[in-house]
């Protein structure tokens, strides 16, 4: 993920947002869970059959932000968290 950021960068382009990134993981790994944006920062993850999930993305970025061993482990934390009970 921190490498997608380093690319995007040094093309000119602005690096998507947390939100947009931990979106795409969540749509990578569960396609058929819609993810919407409430407010910056949040997500509400949709599954079908089950309750909606919300995913606080500010603890995750703190995790990704000191590598990517801690990223990695977060994320797994996150997706797991949403998978079917």
Partial sequence: MLACLALLAGC????PS?????????TGQYPNYTV???????LKVDRPGMPSKNVEVAPIAQHCLRGPK?????VE?????LRDP
Avoid: F, R
Wanted: hydrophobic letters at 35%; one cysteine or more; aromatic letters at 6%.
């Fill in 36 to 42: 919407t944006v409430p407010a910056p920062g949040q």
């Fill in 12 to 15: 000119g382009q602005s690096p």
């Fill in 77 to 81: 934390q996150m997706l797991l968290e």
């Fill in 70 to 74: 801690d990223c990695s482990y977060a």
């Fill in 18 to 26: 947390w939100d947009v990134l931990l979106s795409g993981k969540i």
